[in-house]
C-alpha cells in the first residue's frame, strides 16, 4: 500500500518537476561562445540557427577573447559551447600534443566536457600559390616546390619565427632556403595577387583563399598539425542540444569554410553568412536588428558600464583619496595600488578576472575592470585637492573648535571640490573609451561593432561604434563642465 | 584673581631646534598682552600651544582652571577665539556664512545668529552688505574685520590675534589698531596678541611680553622695559626700533 501511494505520489509530482525543469530551460538560453575571428563567430552563428530551429532558446556571447577565457567560461558553465580546434585542444588545454581524438574525448570527460567529431574541416597552416601559376608549373603540394628554387616565398614574421614554422618544414621538405621575404599577412595577399611573390602562408581555411583565387598545396609529408574544428560544450546539456551539435559533424570541407568566411567579410554580417550554410536566402530586413535599435542598444549598455563602474569608483575613491591625503604609508599603500592598477593592459586585467566564479563572462568583470581604471584620478585628485589646502585655512578651522568630520564636511571637501570633479571627469571620459574593451568578454557595448569590424576589416562597422563613443566622451565631459557650475561653491571660481 | 590662562613649564622643540623652553607664563582676564620679539623668538609658537595647533613637548596649559587635554580641546576651542595675518578665511563661503559657520555648526536659531551678526558688524565697522560677497571679493582690511567677527561670534573668554595686522597697508592699519582697542576695551576682552612692531605693542598692550630665542625675556609695560631693560637684549630691540624711540 505504501509502495502504491509513494508511487502514485511520484507520478503526480513527476510532470510538475519536468514542467518546472523545462520552464527553467525556456528562462535560460543556452549561450554559444566564440573567439575573437571571424570563423568563430560564423561557426557560433550556424550553431545558434541549428539551435534555434528546433525551438532551444540560444544566445551568442561574441568574440570572448581567446581559448583560455572560452576554456575558462566553459569550464565554469558561463558558457554552454563554442567551436574549438583539435590542435589547440590537444597542445593548450590538455598539454598533451600527441594525444588521439578518444584520449582527448576521455580527458576533458573529467572536465564536465564534451567534443562533437569533427566539423569536417581542417585549419592549419598552409602554403598558398595562385590557382592558375600553380597549374602552369604543375605544382600540387608542398613537396612539389622543391623542383622550383627560383620562387619567391613572401612568408609572415610569426611563421617564420614560429617552432612549427617555415624552418622545421623548409627542413623537413628539404626546400631551398633562398629567395625568402618576410611581410605582413594582409600585404602578402596583395603581393601574392600581383605576382611580387609566388608562394606564401596561410591558414587553409582564410577567405581570401576563395577570393584572389589561391590553392593550398597539399601537406603530403603531414607536417602540419591538424586544427579539425570541433564544438566543445558541457556533457551535462539536454540531449537535444548535443543532438543538434552533433548534427554538424562533417557538415563543412575547407572549400564550404572558406566560402563562408568569404561570405562573412563580404556581407559584414556572420548571421549571413551562416544563413547561407543552411542555404536559406538572407533577408536581412526581417531578421536583423535595425541599425537605430543596434544603436540604442550598444549605447545603452555602454552608459550602464561606464555609469555603474563610474558612481562606484566615486563611492570607493573619494573615502581612499581623502586617507591618502593624510600621507604615511597607508597614503603611499594607496596611491601606489591604484597607480599600479592603471599599469596592467586593459586586457589582462579582464583575463585575469575572468575566471574569478562571480565575476566570469558578464558585464560584472567589466564593471570591475572599469572600477578599478576610474579609481586612480579620483583618487589622486581627492587627495591632492586636499593635501592644497593651505595650512592657515587647515589651522582656521581646527582652531574654530570644528571637529574633524565637520572639518572634512563643511571646508576640506568644498575647498577640494574642483579638483575632485576634474577626477571624477576623467575617470568617466576614460571609462567611456574603455568600455569599449568590455565587448572583448560579450559584455556589449558600443565596442561590439568596433570589434566585429576589425574582424571583418570593416571600417563602415567600427566607425559605427567608433563615433557614438566619441561623441559620448564629449557629451560627458560637456555635461561635466555644467556640473562644475553647479557643485563647485562660486567664490572658489571667482 | 586666578589668570584665564597658565602655562608651567611648557616647551616646544621641531626636530632639533628648540623653539620654546620651558616656559611659565600667565596671562590675566580682561587684559591685552602683547607677545614681541624677533622673527622665530617663539612668539607664535607659544600662541599656537594655547590653542593645541601645537602640541607641548613637556609642562601644561590650563585654561579657566583647566588643563587643556585632547579630550577637552574642541569644547575649549569655541572659547577661544583665533585671528591669523591673512584672516584665514574659508575662499569658498561668503562673509556672512564664514562669520556664521560655527554658530550654524552648533545649531543656533536663525534670529538670534542674525541679531549677533548685526551687532558684530556695528563692532567692527563692516558694512551688512557687504557680506554676502566671497573673501576674494574684500579688502585687505575688510578680511581681518570679518576674521574678527568670526572670532567673536561665540562670545569668547579668549582672543588669539597672530600678526593680525601685519599684512595691511600703514592707513588701513592705523585704523583697525584704533577699532580693535576699542573693541578690546568695550568687551573687556582677555586678549593675546602677537607682533613684531613695538608701536602696536604700546598702543594695544595692558603688558608686553618681549622673547627672544624661545625664552621670555622681560615683562612689563613698555616704559618698565625702556627704563629697566632686563638685558643689553632688550635696549637694543627697543632701540631698533626707532618710531617708537621718537614718540
Known sequence: ?494 | MESLVQLSGVSKTYGSSIALHPTDLDFARGKTTVLIGPSGCGKSTLLRLVIRLLDPDGGTISFDGTPVTLANISDLRRRIGYVIQDGGLFPHLTARKNVLLMAAHLKWPAGKMQSRLSELCALTRFPESALDRFPVELSGGQRQRISLMRALMLSPQLLLLDEPLGALDPLVRAALQKDLKEIFQRLNQTAILVTHDLAEAAYLGDEIVLMNEGRVVQRGTLSDLRARPANAFVGDFITAQRSVTLS
Not at chain 1, 178 to 191: K, M, P, Q, R, T
Not at chain 1, 211 to 225: H, S, T, W
Request: charged fraction near 20%.
Open chain 1, 1 to 494: 500500500m505504501i509502495g502504491t501511494s509513494f508511487i502514485r505520489r511520484i507520478g503526480l509530482i513527476g510532470p510538475i518537476a519536468l514542467g518546472f525543469l523545462s520552464g527553467l530551460a525556456n528562462a535560460e538560453p543556452v549561450l554559444i561562445g566564440s573567439k575573437k575571428f571571424t570563423e568563430s563567430y560564423v561557426l557560433a552563428e550556424i550553431a545558434k540557427r541549428a539551435l534555434a530551429k528546433t525551438g532551444v532558446p540560444v544566445d551568442h556571447r561574441q568574440g570572448m577573447g581567446g581559448t583560455i577565457i572560452l576554456w575558462q567560461a566553459l569550464q565554469s558553465n558561463q558558457i554552454a559551447t563554442y567551436p574549438e580546434y583539435t590542435g589547440t585542444i590537444a597542445e593548450e588545454i590538455l598539454k598533451s600534443p600527441s594525444a588521439t581524438l578518444n584520449e582527448m574525448r576521455e580527458q576533458l570527460a573529467k572536465f564536465g566536457v564534451g567534443m562533437t567529431a569533427e566539423l569536417g574541416f581542417n585549419n592549419t597552416y598552409a602554403l598558398v600559390m595562385r590557382r592558375d601559376a600553380a597549374r602552369q608549373k604543375g605544382i600540387r603540394a608542398i613537396s612539389d616546390l622543391r623542383n622550383h628554387p627560383d620562387l619567391k616565398l613572401g612568408l609572415t614574421h610569426e611563421f617564420l619565427d614560429r617552432k612549427d614554422g617555415w624552418r622545421p618544414l623548409a627542413e623537413k621538405y628539404r626546400l631551398p632556403a633562398s629567395n625568402i621575404v618576410g611581410i605582413d599577412h594582409g600585404l602578402g595577399y596583395e603581393a601574392l595577387r600581383n605576382g611580387s611573390v609566388d608562394v606564401k602562408d596561410a591558414y587553409s581555411t582564410d577567405a581570401k583563399i576563395g577570393e584572389y583565387e589561391l590553392i593550398a598545396l597539399e601537406d603530403d609529408l603531414q607536417f602540419f598539425p591538424q586544427y579539425k574544428a570541433v564544438f566543445l560544450y558541457r556533457l551535462e546539456l539536454p540531449p537535444n542540444v548535443i543532438a543538434v551539435l552533433r548534427s554538424l559533424e562533417g557538415s563543412l570541407d575547407e572549400k564550404r569554410m572558406i566560402d563562408l568566411n568569404a561570405a562573412a567579410e563580404r556581407l559584414k554580417s556572420y548571421a549571413q553568412a551562416a544563413d547561407l550554410y543552411f542555404a536559406e536566402p538572407s533577408s536581412p530586413a526581417s531578421r536583423e536588428e535595425s541599425f537605430s535599435h543596434k544603436l540604442w542598444r550598444w549605447t545603452a549598455r555602454h552608459l550602464q558600464l561606464a555609469g555603474v563602474s563610474l558612481l562606484l569608483a566615486v563611492a570607493v575613491g573619494i573615502p581612499l583619496g581623502i586617507a591618502a591625503s593624510r600621507g604615511g604609508a597607508a597614503g603611499h599603500l594607496i596611491l601606489g595600488f591604484v597607480s599600479a592598477v592603471q599599469t596592467i593592459p586593459s586586457l589582462a586585467l579582464l583575463a585575469l578576472l575572468v575566471p574569478i566564479p562571480f565575476f566570469g563572462i558578464s558585464p560584472r568583470t567589466a564593471i570591475a575592470a572599469l572600477f578599478l581604471y576610474g579609481l586612480l584620478p579620483i583618487v589622486r585628485n581627492t587627495a591632492t585637492g586636499l593635501q592644497d589646502i593651505a595650512k592657515p585655512i587647515r589651522e582656521s578651522a581646527i582652531a574654530l573648535g570644528l571637529e574633524p568630520a565637520a572639518r572634512l564636511r563643511k571646508v576640506y571637501l568644498p575647498m577640494a571640490s574642483r579638483s575632485i570633479l576634474g577626477g571624477i571627469k576623467t575617470s568617466a571620459v576614460i571609462n567611456i573609451g574603455t568600455a569599449t574593451l568590455a565587448a572583448l568578454i560579450g559584455a556589449g557595448g558600443l565596442g561590439e561593432p568596433i570589434l566585429s569590424g576589425l574582424n571583418l576589416n570593416d571600417h563602415a562597422t567600427i566607425l559605427q561604434g567608433a563615433i557614438p563613443a566619441a561623441i559620448l566622451a564629449l557629451l560627458v565631459q560637456w555635461s561635466f563642465d555644467l556640473l562644475d557650475r553647479l557643485l563647485i561653491p562660486r567664490g572658489l571660481r571667482l
